[in-house]
């Protein structure tokens, strides 16, 4: 499929048509030199994450707030609705004294580990060396966020995260333009209501089943924690954030069965999954493509 890379990006329609051996850095690069961003494009929100091992003095005050001490991270991207950096009085030198202003194709850099001074053309480099900050192995999670959590819970939350190496939490605000499209209008429903995307990050590089049962058991621990917290009746989940935790079909049912889809398919598509059902069923009735959480077909009329 690495073959099949076209992108043909307009501008003038906010679309782009991707084939599906582009990889995203070629997608990033496209709508680049397109557009020629300099800054933010409008309609970016900011992602913040917290975990890890860091320290600093505007993310430590911050920190300090929650009483807890500096080797805890806040890594964040901080952009308005203008794509601008956010008014310095309004967010306080001590916490932009961390950040580092830089172009919207530059943040695409950094956020892939590459040195955002690079020309934007490295992203179309399928053999470009990767991260040494890269693992081996990872698993993910997710959550939306419908209420907003108290300032305690926040606390309690930092307080969990704070100090683990190698899990972390990344939070995805939306509103905005996210909020002004209908959630019937595409597969993806997570629009107009929901405050912001947790996105639960597991990574680990060494061998064995119980360097993965430590991460994966801090992982679980996280999301049990976060259930009062969050979206319920479906607890809501992010597609690309695949996870078998939530439901997923039996080999013996031959990926058949709509009830069994059902679980893991209203959490990720929500009001949009009957109708992708529908569609399935009409474009690939004998359910060829598939895999553990494929949409899955209706039952066969005997």
């Known amino acids: 499929m690495s073959n099949l890379r076209s992108i043909e ?9 991707v084939q599906s051996g582009a990889i995203l850095g070629e997608v990033y690069y496209a709508i680049w030199e397109k557009s020629k961003v300099h ?58 004294q961390d950040c580092t202003e830089m172009s919207w ?20 480099d399928r053999k470009v060396v990767r991260s040494p900050n890269d693992t081996n192995s990872a698993k993910r999670k997710s959550d939306f966020v419908v209420n907003p959590v108290s300032r305690e ?8 995260v704070a100090g683990q190496l190698q899990f972390s939490m ?15 209008s595409s ?19 060494e061998a064995g089943e119980k360097a993965e049962r430590a991460v994966m058991t801090q992982l679980r621990r996280m999301y049990s924690f976060m259930a009062p917290l969050v979206s ?18 039996s080999h013996g049912k031959g990926y058949r069965s709509y009830e069994e889809g059902k679980v893991y398919g209203m959490k990720y598509f929500h009001g949009n999954f009957d109708r992708l059902v529908k569609v399935k069923t009409e474009v690939d009735p004998a359910n060829f493509f598939r895999d553990e959480q494929s949409i899955p077909t209706l039952p066969m009329k005997l």
């Open 170 to 184: 990344a939070f995805s605000p939306h509103g905005g333009e996210m909020s002004e499209i209908p959630a019937s």
């Open 39 to 96: 800054g933010f494009p409008a309609g970016v929100c900011p992602t913040v994450a917290v975990g890890g091992h860091f320290s600093g003095g505007g993310y430590g005050n911050m920190m300090r707030k929650f009483g807890l001490s500096v080797d805890h991270i806040v890594d964040a991207q901080i952009v308005d609705a203008n794509g601008d950096l956010l008014d310095r009085k309004s967010m306080g030198e001590g916490l932009l």
């Open 187 to 205: 597969p993806f429903p997570h629009r107009a209501g929901n405050l912001y995307k947790i996105e639960y990050v597991g990574n680990w590089n």
């Open 232 to 249: 319920k009746n479906p607890r809501r989940a992010y597609l690309n954030y695949r996870d078998l935790d939530i439901g997923k079909m």
């Open 153 to 160: 819970g926040l606390g309690d939350i930092l307080k969990r």
């Open 105 to 124: 194709i530059e943040s695409v850099l950094w956020y892939a580990s590459l040195n955002y001074r690079s020309s934007p053309k490295v992203l179309l």
């Open 9 to 17: 990006v307009n501008i003038e329609t906010n679309s782009a048509w």
